[in-house]
């Protein structure tokens, strides 16, 4: 790990702390490596960016003068957020929502990173079970995943018109 070699004896090595962190945090991200929770941190941290993104142009078109106005009427930062912004901002944060599901379906390089039993994704399982040559396998499970999208549709059509 590129941590425990600068804390060692690398450019962080000269550092009062460097000890401490090589014998506490480099042994806590270790033991993190194969769990379910870096498989959620790795993915959060590579498309939160794009999320944001893709968020942030519908919450521009949110009016400050309306947040104003029910900040005036005694509102908190809670009660702003939950009966004005996600209200006006629905339409968009649906679409974003769905764009970002759609790239994560196809999506599988930040899960193979992270491979391990426990922590498999759709697309990194694809992706070995492809390369161990199991193509049955593989054509079932795209199968299912497609018709985890299609149920998803066809069974929760309020969520489906009101991005139309």
């Known amino acids: 790990m590129w941590l425990d070699n600068a804390l060692k004896s690398g450019w ?10 090589r014998d506490n945090l480099i ?18 941290v590579v498309w939160m960016a794009y999320g944001l993104r893709l968020i942030s142009s519908t919450l521009l078109q949110v009016g400050p003068e309306l947040e104003e106005a029910a900040r005036s009427t005694g509102a908190s930062r809670g009660q702003i957020t939950r009966h004005v912004t996600i209200p006006l901002s629905r339409y968009g944060l649906i679409g974003s929502w769905l764009l970002m599901f759609l790239i994560f379906e196809r999506e599988y390089s ?45 069974h929760c059509p309020s969520f489906w018109s009101e991005i139309t």
């Open 27 to 44: 042994v806590w991200l270790r033991s993190l490596r194969s769990t379910i929770f870096s498989v959620w941190l790795a993915y959060t």
């Open 12 to 21: 962080l090595s000269g550092m009062p702390w460097s000890q401490w962190l």
């Open 110 to 154: 930040t899960g193979v990173y992270l491979l391990s039993p426990g922590t498999e994704t759709i697309g990194s399982m694809l992706v070995s079970l492809w390369a161990a040559g199991a193509i049955d396998i593989v054509a079932a499970l795209s199968f299912i995943n497609i018709l985890f999208v299609v149920f998803r549709a066809r």
